[in-house]
């Protein structure tokens, strides 16, 4: 493991030790810095600020599995592991969400987003809607999806994550049933005038 990882590492563990115990408004990249031996200049040289530091873990702590590998029928399992991730360590993740709420929000949809128009090409192949309207499907989406963890987090991550993941599953399923049957329906209807 390079050096840099590794310091990384050491940085990321003691920052959310201090905010477990603190709470990540009350802590300072002075604090961190000190909890792990190191000097500020070393922290600067790996991140730019605590907020960058926190997306750092964000993404290697729980998000990077979620995006790896990820398809539209394994989607389901993918958001349960992530879930799972931050359950585990509730503290921190319950605590980040609920002082940070909206970096948080903006992090998780610019990692859903993509994924979400991906999603809806796929489904929808050559037939299906144009680049903008797939944007906006998938802006009504990730903004649904990442408001549903954003409340779950911040409320103390009440449910399981397999349940909300499972609750997110099934929705996915009825709306893209339901956009089935009333394509069906549209294409029964026969044509008239506007005026």
Not at 39 to 46: A, K, L, M, V
Not at 148 to 167: K, P, Y
Request: proline share 4%; aromatic share 12%; hydrophobic share 40%.
């Amino acid at each position: 493991m390079p050096d840099s990882l590794i310091t990384k590492k050491a940085i990321a563990a003691s920052f959310k030790e201090l905010c477990r115990e603190k709470g990540f408004g009350k802590v300072s990249v002075g604090d961190v810095t000190a909890a792990c031996g190191l000097n500020r200049q070393t922290f600067y040289y790996h991140f730019e600020d605590k907020y960058e530091l926190l997306d750092w873990v964000y993404y290697h702590d729980i998000f990077a599995g979620l995006v790896t590998g990820i398809t539209l029928d394994n989607w389901p399992q993918h958001l349960a592991a992530l879930l799972r991730g931050m359950q585990a360590d509730k503290k921190f993740y319950a605590g980040t969400v609920k002082a940070q709420p909206e970096h948080f929000f903006q992090y998780l949809f610019r990692i859903v987003h993509p994924l979400f128009e991906e999603a809806i090409q796929q489904l929808n192949g050559p037939d299906g809607p144009d680049q903008e309207t797939a944007s906006f499907y998938a802006d009504f989406f990730t903004h649904g999806c990442c408001g549903v963890i954003l409340t779950w987090a911040a409320g103390g991550m009440q449910a399981s994550g397999d349940e909300i993941a499972a609750r997110l599953a099934r929705l996915s399923d009825d709306a893209q049933q339901l956009s089935c049957r009333l394509q069906a329906k549209q294409k029964a209807l026969p044509s008239k005038p506007l005026f």
